[in-house]
DNA sequence: TCAATTTATATCGTTCACGATGCAAAAATA
DNA sequence: TATTTTTGCATCGTGAACGATATAAATTGA
């Protein structure tokens, strides 16, 4: 029966759309105390790993359209974590910078991750799965990247 | 250090995030065709699976809130996929039917997640690494369910 | 060198997602 | 029964996502 497949407990992508809002959900309680959101705070990280990036490598990190980068970098520099200055050698270029509060930022969100963790692996139990479920992310990921 | 934790690729959550995105946007061959979207063809699922639910039963089967669904189906009532009267018994609830239109659609909407199963298992190879996340998934996704 | 093409970013329009709030109907309780 | 509380849905505002389109600067190539 081809209608089989058409069940919603059949399917993988409502899980990952499921487990990635909730998953979102779960870092309310330690962003909103930052005022940031989840995609605000990616953009954090990939800046806090090094900073002064053009948008497009911002972007490619994080897997997004440029699109969707640039108003989520309008509101951060509205609320001044970040600035975003013209490139040198190509004009085109916007640089983004973390400001001092955006520097000063990673340090209260130093324990973000662990609180994550644990409250996944509490809910969850297996740290073997995880590990598991993340290299099979990895290469779901890998694949469907190039279309 | 606890700075390498706040390392993007340390992250299950972005990985959760970014595979969701992708995979939704691996339906896009197949649901553009149909004029709908992921999170509609996803209403559909539920009421091919059982006609006639109010709106509090379609958010609770997708997790998702009321305030999400509601315009979600007045898009799909604009669209001629789904009718919405008020209650019998409760006037409060609005049920929700499918159309015509909605119940031939799932004809169409049919060969969907084969496709969808082929352009992953293409992508990834294993079989038995899906089935493995998907359990895990399920595990994640109940213990993020109640906070 | 000058026109054609590509690249980097921005803008616009539509659809989600969701917290906050509103409102009427139903249920609970005094 | 009258009042309070809860429930079901809707509306509003904000922040993503992303396709389509625009624009200026850089690059390519004739």
Redesign the pocket.
Known sequence: MAYEQLKLDNQLCFRL?TAA??T??AY?PYLDPLGI????YLVLLVLWEQDKQ????I?HKL??????????????EKAGLVK?TK?K???????VSLTKKGINMREQAKHVPECLSADIIKNEGSVEEIAQMISTLDKLIEGLKQQ
Chains 1, 2 share one sequence.
């Open positions: 759309y809002r909730l979102m959900g309310h959101t989840y995609p605000q053009p948008v497009n490598d972007a897997y997004l359209e440029t699109n969707t980068v640039t108003p989520l970098l309008q509101r951060m975003r490139g050698e190509d004009t085109r270029q916007r640089i």
